[in-house]
């Protein structure tokens, strides 16, 4: 039976379910309209994308590695209580695991590769929602590739609230990638190295600095000397290898790296729920809007 729009149309309306789902339930049901919805209701479909529009900005990071190969990566629930259930922890485990066998190029593509039991990504995860009762997402994830010259560093903070993956060329030891991945946790840098930040934002915030040392009634034959020693604290700020290391203040992660004859090659740091708009709960509110209906 061939499958229309407007009958594509029709079940979406009843259940929810995405334009996909709802075209394969049809044509998996002969266009069946009721089995259809019983199809998305089995597979947590229906009940799954009633449950989309929840914001999920709750959840965990993982990291996994294999040889040369590594994922990093962070799925979100609603709550922090769903973030430490165990079905919640064996999903982002059975996630890692097939992102780090599958290497998908992209999110749309990682949500459309079939895991080992047949279903795909979006599916697995659309089972977990019917089951633990949240909304969840594969928010994002790398895949992270090295030399046998380099070595990985991984570092969870707070359980999987904070995870670093680093890459460091010219070392074998994991121990002193790990301690570059912790100190990344900890002071959140934005760039490996001052040559790494694009040239427009350094000369915005050379114009900024040289506004700010003007108006503090600077003589202009000084500002261009102070606007460059004040750059070098903004790039302590925003650069790895310019940052004092948190074991060892008085040395920089430059300095402790160069001791390890290595170089930082790249690192990827996810902070759960970080640019996530939360909605802000007013039970006083809630409360008052229901006494009055």
């Keep these: 039976m061939a499958i229309t729009a407007q009958m594509v149309k029709e079940l979406r309306e009843k259940t929810g379910a995405g ?38 900005a709750e959840g965990l990071t993982l990291i996994k590695t294999d040889g040369n190969t ?5 799925v979100n629930s609603e709550t922090d209580f769903v973030a430490k259930n165990d079905s919640f922890k064996q999903l982002i485990e059975d996630l890692a695991k097939h992102l780090l066998a599958s290497k998908p190029a992209d999110l749309k593509d990682a949500l459309a ?27 994002r994830f790398e895949v992270v590739e090295k030399n046998d010259q380099d070595v990985f560093g991984a570092y969870l903070h707070m359980g999987g609230r904070i995870a670093v993956l680093t890459v460091l060329e010219g070392t074998n030891d994991e121990s002193a990638a790990k301690d570059v991945a912790m100190h990344i946790a900890a002071v959140n840098p ?12 350094v000369e915005h915030e050379r114009e900024v600095l040289k506004k700010q040392a003007l108006q503090e009634g600077k003589p202009a034959n000084i500002v261009e000397k102070m606007v460059e020693g004040r750059l070098g604290k903004f790039f302590e700020e925003i650069c790895l290898l310019e940052q004092n290391f948190v074991k060892n203040p008085d040395q ?9 004859n290595a170089n930082v090659k790249a690192f990827v740091r996810y902070e759960v729920g970080e640019g996530i708009e939360k909605r802000q709960e007013n039970f006083a509110e809630e409360v008052m809007n229901q006494i009055k209906k």
């Design 190 to 201: 934005r760039y490996i190295s001052r040559e790494d930040v694009p040239q427009a934002e």
């Design 70 to 74: 590594a994922v990093i990566l962070e």
């Design 252 to 260: 920089k992660v430059r300095d402790f790296v160069k001791a390890q």
């Design 19 to 56: 334009m996909m789902d709802c075209k394969k339930a049809l044509t998996e049901t002969n266009g069946d309209m009721d089995k259809a919805i019983d199809y998305l209701r089995e597979k947590g479909i229906a009940k799954a994308a009633k449950k989309a529009d929840r914001i999920a």
């Design 113 to 139: 590769s079939k895991m080992e039991n047949g279903s795909t990504v979006e599916e697995y995860i659309h089972a977990a929602i019917a089951k633990i009762g949240e909304n969840i997402t594969l928010r």
